[in-house]
């Protein structure tokens, strides 16, 4: 009996063990850990470069590619907008690009808006290149990054080598090589029918929006540059936007002509200002410090010299006025010097690469209004006769405290304090007189104003 109700309560022992043991198996299928057995959402890194190809966009779109890696991302989507930019920061960036683990995309778009030059090589060297509708890619032709001539044969000595880079990239893409020669050696242009229409095709995608291509790129095969293929899943894909980080956007905005141009014509207002007022500080200070950023800009920019050179003369004829007579004709040279300088300043026909008119004309207009304002001061204080010493006595009226007569010695009050006083005339006592000179501390008078 007894092992009866043992056995009895050995086997609602077990139940219970394993009636808790079901229960815990499914809290733990349940838990957030263990969902990894389930499907995932891709994730996506979605990045906007809407600028110049410098070191700073390099910076940021080498950074996002680093993101992806790490965190094991299925695509990263960059959605470039840019007139062009530097060679260096553009094989830095596709060097990255080639090298990554993860997959690459290039958007042009959105509608109406280009990759050109540098954003060319940029697009044909990614692992998927894709256009939006009334977008053009091309004009690849490398141009002296200082705005500076070159000869001939260096010309084609830098056409070659970026056309070869570029034959290299779009191979390894299996995209048209010829077409990409072109438009470096030729400037070719391409819309985005033309380049997806070509045989082998320079784009791989026409789409309105990245949206639009995450799901077109959804199983689609992609072969990477080092002959590996990767099957894109991008359906329901999690798109993390990626920005700028503060210093990279405030770089990045300095980097454009206007800004650079205001950056330049501050900074030499602001020395301008502190070497007419020794001392000042502040304007020596901020001066130094735009002028500091403009150059930093001007290494990004296609920067004409002689444009620096015509704005520094003009600068210089301003401030000659004050020390030549020149009846305005300096004056009107500097201005003249300062509105062509600041014209040529950028050497390129690319619109997005030039300065304003709209600010040239505000800024050389108040520039010279300042600079001419400060000589017209410089000249008033060198005409307004002295007040202190001895030399600002000349012209002070006095009055005679006694009769004085030529070769005679007698005492005058001026300014409420008694002098010696000498005079060329007879003046009666109480007669007003002028003081035209002094020896010593014995002023010379006379009943007329000699002095300015």
Wanted: charge should be positive.
């Amino acid at each position: 009996m007894w092992q009866l109700a043992f056995g009895g309560r050995g086997r609602r022992r077990r139940a219970d063990v394993r009636f808790l043991v079901l229960i815990a198996t499914a809290l733990a299928a349940s838990a957030p850990g263990n969902l990894g057995s389930q499907p995932s959402r891709p994730l996506v890194y979605s990045a906007t470069v809407d600028a110049l190809i410098h070191p700073v966009s390099a910076e940021f779109m080498i950074e996002t590619m680093d993101r992806a890696d790490r965190d094991g991302a299925a695509l990263v989507v960059f959605t470039l907008r840019t007139p062009g930019g530097l060679l260096d920061s553009t094989n830095s960036i596709v060097s990255r690009m080639l090298s990554a683990r993860t997959p690459v995309a290039v958007f042009v778009g959105p509608s109406g808006t280009r990759a050109a030059s540098a954003g060319f090589l940029i697009t044909i060297a990614a692992d998927i290149a894709a256009m939006a509708p009334g977008t053009h890619i091309g004009a690849a032709h490398p141009v002296q990054g200082s705005g500076e001539k070159v000869d001939e044969t260096m010309a084609k000595k830098m056409a070659s080598d970026v056309a070869a880079s570029a034959r290299t990239w779009a191979t390894g893409r299996g995209r048209n090589a010829q077409l990409a020669d072109e438009a470096v050696r030729e400037s070719r242009s391409f819309t985005e029918n033309e380049a997806v229409s070509a045989t082998p095709p320079l784009i791989d995608l026409v789409v309105a929006n990245v949206p639009e291509l995450l799901a077109k790129l959804d199983g689609r095969t992609v072969r990477r540059f080092d002959g590996r293929t990767v099957v894109l899943h991008t359906a329901g894909a999690r798109v993390v936007a990626v920005e700028m980080n503060w210093r990279q956007q405030l770089l990045s905005a300095l980097a454009h002509p206007n800004i650079a141009y205001l950056l330049l014509s501050l900074g030499m207002l602001g020395l301008t200002i502190e070497l007419w007022n020794p001392g000042a500080v502040l304007p020596g200070v901020a001066g130094g410090v735009c002028l500091l950023l403009a150059f930093f800009t001007f290494q990004v920019l296609p920067v004409s010299y002689a444009g620096i050179l015509l704005i520094l003369f003009g600068v210089a004829l301003l401030i000659l006025e004050i020390k030549v007579v020149s009846h305005g004709v300096l004056s009107v040279g500097g201005i003249v010097s300062l509105l062509f300088g600041s014209m040529m300043l950028m050497d390129t026909s690319t619109p997005e690469l030039q300065v304003s008119l709209s600010v040239i004309l505000p800024v050389v207009a108040g520039l010279s209004a300042i600079l001419i304002l400060l000589v017209r001061l410089g000249l008033a204080s060198q005409r307004r006769r002295p007040t202190t010493g001895s030399a600002g006595m000349i012209g002070e009226a006095g009055r005679a405290l006694g009769p004085l007569a030529p070769g005679t010695s007698g005492s005058v009050s001026v300014h409420g304090e008694l002098w010696a006083a000498t005079a060329e005339e007879p003046i009666a006592k109480g007669e007003e007189v002028f003081v035209a000179g002094n020896e010593g501390l014995t002023l010379r008078v006379s009943r007329k104003r000699l002095g300015p």
